[in-house]
């Protein structure tokens, strides 16, 4: 490698680390995100000098391609559908370290040490594993596949041995490199591995299996980094592996659920006689009459957004109801739960889309006192999170959890579509407390609604 | 081992903790950002797939490279425009955009 090609890996690398820095706050984040992306440019044309490369023509092809498609997916990507583009690019990654992977072992397979096929066969695990997991997720978040969790029996044992399968291959590559059997064997295991560990996992633990597949996707680009010799390689893939690995720490703990639960615990499995106690719950409807008047007549009123939002695309109609709520003189809050939505942050995007300014925007351990002196709680297409089971009842499967203080609030109005339980299939305290009232419909429409009769 | 997978690891470790150290400051606000942000900057593999396409050893491995270099660069250009579109988004009450 020259010294050129050196200097400006090296260059990458801390641009990087400086870059990702400046996410820190909302006020840095563009400057740091600029920073980063002329690191990229200083790493691709370091790449750009590599001697090895005698043609750049299907480089400029493909480049052109791909260029093209990230600019129109960036441009054109509704807010709502992020987690599904992150799914998606999360796959894209691993099927890029998958094959370069590949490629090398192809053209080397003779002459490769066992060091380096020890790398290589963890970025073609790791690769694979992300690639078709991460579809699995995009196709449940999609719709493509049911989003519900899907089991079978002995799962976990089938999983646990095929895992173990492709660990015995890795080691029995690492010592023999060159059958090349072995190699492909293995990366059509771990493709298969992908599949089943994201089939039997629900919805609501979305947010936890995104994260872990975007620290897969790091270590798969890490250990392209080993295969390859590059450092900028480690250290960008080791940077993305740590932002994932925090990111499904935080996650899984915002659910008081361990990885090995999210993994192996089928969460999202429905629970029949919740289902069944749903339906005998007494429940308070209120018209949009009655929640326009609540609205008007409260002084602070505390939002607790959820997925079904996204679903409803009511974030733009939300935004309208506070402004004119603040018109009137009410205090309004965002009360944001880290696992509402279908990944990390989700809520606060759809929010910042629809113009909410961020500083209303409140996390939970930030807000959850403040639900006392809240005259309305407006829950729009939350349930889980904002259950109060989670804090008193230790039989319910989500007990323990921590959850908005929804019910702490004078008022509690919440915004439904049906009387069908959360993801997690769990019966829902709040919806029958006495200081509870339900209006049933779309909830982009009946925030329409609330405006209009507010106005 | 060799003596370079050995620095490689030092590297890899090193890095790992600026990363939980640095990304541990990232407030919640911006979760989806930084996923979108680090998809990107993990589109480094760009490097290796450059290298794999336009070494034209085989056919084979020149098709694997091709096919890598279209998945990075959709997540290197894709993702560094959509975290972009995203920070914009951000704004102060009553003050300008972030």
């Known amino acids: 490698m020259s010294m050129t090609a050196e200097f400006l890996y090296f260059l990458a690398s801390v641009l990087f680390i ?9 006020e840095t984040a563009r400057r740091g995100l600029f920073i980063s992306e002329i690191g990229m440019v200083a790493a691709v044309l370091g790449t750009l000098l590599h001697p090895d490369i005698v043609s750049y023509k ?13 600019i129109a997916m960036a441009a054109l990507i509704p807010m709502t559908k992020m987690p599904e583009r992150i799914a998606l690019s999360h796959s894209f990654g691993g099927l890029a370290a998958a094959l370069v992977g590949v490629s090398e072992y192809s053209l080397h397979h003779e002459v490769v040490t066992h060091a380096t096929m020890g790398a290589l066969g963890f970025e073609v695990l790791f690769g694979g594993l992300t690639f078709t997991g991460s579809l699995m997720a995009f196709g449940k978040l999609q719709g493509f596949i049911p989003g519900r969790n899907i089991t079978y029996p002995f799962q976990n044992q089938a999983n646990i041995a095929i895992f173990g399968g492709s660990a015995l291959l890795l080691i029995l590559l690492t010592t023999w490199p060159s059958v090349q059997f072995l190699f492909y064997l293995m990366f059509f295991i771990a493709m ?3 599949v089943l560990i994201v089939i039997p996992i629900g919805g609501a633990d979305m947010p936890v299996v995104i994260s872990l597949l975007n620290s897969y996707a790091g270590l798969a680009a890490s250990a392209t980094g080993f295969a390859l010799g590059n450092n900028v390689l480690i250290i960008a893939g080791a940077l ?16 008081n659920r361990s990885f090995g639960n999210v993994l192996f615990g089928a969460f999202g499995k429905v629970n029949e006689e919740a289902l069944a106690a749903v339906g005998s719950q007494e429940i308070h409807e209120a018209t949009v009459g009655d929640a326009a008047m609540l609205l008007s007549s409260a002084q602070k009123v505390i939002v607790c957004p959820g997925y079904g939002m996204a679903v409803a695309q009511a974030q733009h109609a939300m935004r309208e109801l506070a402004e004119h709520l603040e018109a009137e003189g009410v205090e309004v809050l965002y009360a944001i739960h880290p696992v509402a939505g279908r990944m990390p942050g989700h809520m606060n995007v759809l929010l910042a889309e629809a113009n909410v300014p961020y500083d209303q925007l409140k996390e939970l351990e930030e807000i959850n006192d403040e639900f006392a002196q809240a005259d309305v709680a407006l829950v729009v297409g939350a349930n889980d999170v904002v259950n109060p089971a989670a804090k008193h009842n230790a039989s319910s499967p989500i007990y323990g959890m921590p959850v908005l203080n929804a019910d702490l609030a004078k008022t509690c109005i919440v915004l439904k579509r049906t009387m069908n339980p959360g993801f997690a299939g769990i019966e829902n305290e709040l919806f029958s407390m006495p200081n509870t009232v339900l209006v049933f419909g779309d909830a982009k429409q009946t925030l329409e609604k609330i405006v209009q009769a507010l106005a | 081992m060799s003596h370079e997978m050995f620095l490689g690891l030092y590297v890899f470790v090193l890095a790992a903790f600026v990363g939980y150290g640095v990304i541990g400051g990232v407030p919640p606000l911006l979760h989806t950002p930084l996923m979108a942000f680090t998809n990107a900057i993990s589109g480094i593999s760009l490097v290796g797939s450059l290298v794999a396409a336009g070494a034209e050893h085989t056919t084979f491995s020149t098709a694997l490279g091709f ?5 990075s660069s959709i997540n290197v250009v894709g993702g560094f425009l959509i975290t972009d579109r995203m920070l914009k988004m951000f704004r102060k009450r009553g003050g300008t955009k972030a």
């Open chain 1, 18 to 26: 400086i870059g990702l820095r400046g996410l820190g706050s909302a």
């Open chain 1, 58 to 70: 299907w480089i400029i092809v493909s480049a052109g391609i791909g260029s093209a498609i990230g």
């Open chain 1, 192 to 194: 298969v591995l992908g």
């Open chain 1, 240 to 255: 993305d592996g740590a932002s994932g690995f925090i990111l499904s720490i935080v996650m899984s703990r915002a659910m």
């Open chain 2, 67 to 71: 096919i890598a270099v279209l998945c």
